[in-house]
């Protein structure tokens, strides 16, 4: 018996450790933190999205609604339009942090030139749709290229180009040397101009014999093999976002942040499909079917009160719980739960290697995100369409992220009774058992 | 002396943070304590005398000793003293490794 429980521990441990490795490994990092300083301006664009498509046609209409319209529009434009520019920046400049590398700016440069000089140099526009013609564009800009559709080619390209860049800029050789009392800023310009020369020599010439052989650009090449089948698999019922969130919060059960394995495996592709939704719906467009499994079914309809659902524990322990210390602790915990922080519940009530709650802390969010995704398949609430942040609070979260669908707030308050109806069980058995324990301590005394 | 906390999002620290500034008024002490993610947290550590992480990202510790450089204690918060806001015994933890 004891050896059985020693070999599960080891095995919980060994899972900890791989998933810790994993989160900890350089380049998926830095995708992290770069999605993570990447957030506030896809909030900002919910923002702008809402009161462009929900507020002003309240009151507006024709021309003076298309003249209000500008506004969202412009901020849709510079945000999510240009998120893959963004993106690639950003990339460069986590990329280099998280490498210790002392330029991480020179980065930032090189992370979105190379994006851009991988771009089609011609854009082909429709001049005549019935008659067909067409005509190929220099000087022009696609936001299929620069805006969401691009987000992966940016973090690929952008990590591929700093990672060769900081491997030259580590060759002394290559650095020129101005000698003594030269400004440290000039110095370090010289000192990153031929790394740069040669890694975006390297990027150009990559693009010229893809263009050159095969008549294509990376930006396409990654659209097809890499972003559209990771959608899919997002999209192929809910499964694949099940199954990672259920090793995610079993992770959380361990101790170790949640986010370690969902913030690498799932959340940049469902962040890519909300933001898509944002700008289909700010174009005024209909949400495609391969587009309901996205970032907002997991923290909009699965994440109330933190991860694991854990508002819903309190809730149980006010009303049912006669056990004064989880009821202090809930005390302590409402407020930031509202908010959906729950630290205080997974460390203090607590849910960490607690057997009896770690089962509806995992089992209630798996269940929360399948039902949200069939219920958004049969048309009973609305796809989600607006990226809002995940300290929302419950009911109001709902009724942003479906741009205003009541249907999604009912659902969410039958969310609430049901994931209370799961927690109570549990809570009960674990409260059993803390007192045994507590009782099996004084025997011994 | 200055407490530095980090966690994974910055979130949790920050309730932990208010706690942490009381309780060291209460008792007298003067301290600088302050929250961040741990990227802002080690970007900011310069003049810090600790650095205490949340249990939530441990496994980032070795990571942030290298950061440090060794110049500074890196510890990670009990998980239970974390989960009950024990702002007395972390802010005493504290003082104790910086003492050490």
Not at chain 1, 339 to 359: D, K, M, Q, R
């Amino acid at each position: 018996m004891a050896e059985e429980v020693e070999e599960k521990k080891s095995f919980l441990d060994k899972f900890a450790e791989v998933s810790a490795k994993v989160g900890n490994q350089v380049h998926l990092r830095s995708l992290r933190d770069a999605f993570a300083t990447m957030t506030p301006i896809y909030i900002l664009a919910g923002i702008a999205v809402l009161i462009n498509n929900v507020v002003f046609p309240l009151f507006l209409a024709d021309d003076a609604l298309k003249a209000a319209q500008y506004w969202g529009n412009a901020i849709t434009l510079g945000t999510l339009n240009f998120s893959a520019i963004i993106l690639a920046g950003l990339i460069g400049y986590c990329f280099a942090r998280n490498k210790r590398f002392d330029n991480p700016i020179a980065c930032v440069v090189v992370g979105i030139a190379s994006l851009v000089i991988m771009m089609p140099q011609t854009v082909t526009a429709t001049i005549d749709a019935k008659a067909g013609t067409t005509a190929d564009i220099s000087g022009a800009f696609l936001t299929s290229s620069t805006g969401t559709n691009g987000l992966f080619a940016a973090i690929i390209i952008g990590l591929i180009a700093t990672t060769i860049f900081i491997k030259f800029s580590s060759i002394e050789k290559l650095k020129i040397n101005l000698g003594e009392g030269v400004p440290p800023a000039v110095g370090d310009s010289f000192n990153v101009m031929t790394p740069m020369l040669i890694t975006l020599s390297i990027m150009a010439l990559v693009s010229a014999l893809l263009f050159g052989l095969f008549s294509t650009n990376l930006l396409a090449i990654i659209a097809v093999a890499v972003t559209a089948p990771l959608k899919n698999i997002m999209n192929a019922g809910p499964l694949a976002v099940v199954i990672i969130y259920t090793f995610a919060n079993l992770l959380f059960c361990l101790g170790i942040h949640q986010s370690t394995i969902s913030g690498v495996l799932a959340e940049p592709i469902l962040t890519v499909l909300i933001v898509d939704n944002m700008a289909t719906f700010a174009a005024g467009g209909t949400i495609p079917v391969d587009h309901y499994m996205n970032m907002q079914i997991v923290n909009t309809f699965a994440l109330i009160g933190g991860s694991g659902c854990t508002l819903m524990l309190l809730f149980d322990t006010f009303l049912f719980s006669k056990n004064e210390t989880s009821r202090d602790i809930a005390k302590l915990s409402i407020l930031p739960g509202i908010f959906n922080i729950n630290e205080p519940v997974i460390y203090g009530y607590p849910i960490v290697y607690n057997l009896p709650l770690i089962i509806p802390f995992v089992v209630v969010p798996d269940l929360l995100i399948a039902a949200t995704y069939g219920l958004t398949c049969i048309g009973l609430i609305s796809p989600c369409v607006v990226m809002v942040p995940w300290t929302t609070p419950v009911l109001l979260s709902g009724w942003l992220a479906t741009a205003g669908d009541f249907r999604a707030v009912i659902w969410q308050v039958i969310e609430i009774a049901a994931s209370m109806a799961i927690y109570l069980p549990f809570m009960k058995i674990s409260e059993r058992a803390q007192a045994k324990q507590l009782e099996n301590a004084s025997e011994e005394d | 002396m200055k407490i530095m906390l980090a966690c994974n999002a910055g979130m949790s620290t920050s309730l932990l943070v208010q706690k942490m500034r009381k309780e060291a008024a209460a008792q007298g002490i003067d301290a600088t304590i302050e929250a961040n993610p741990l990227n802002k947290a080690l970007e900011k550590i310069d003049g810090f005398d600790i650095l205490m992480l949340g249990p939530q990202i441990s496994y980032a510790k070795d990571d942030a000793v290298k950061a440090v450089d060794g110049k500074i204690p890196v510890v990670v918060i009990a998980m239970a003293d974390y989960g009950r806001m024990n702002a007395k015994k972390i802010i005493a933890d504290a003082i104790a490794t910086i003492n050490a």
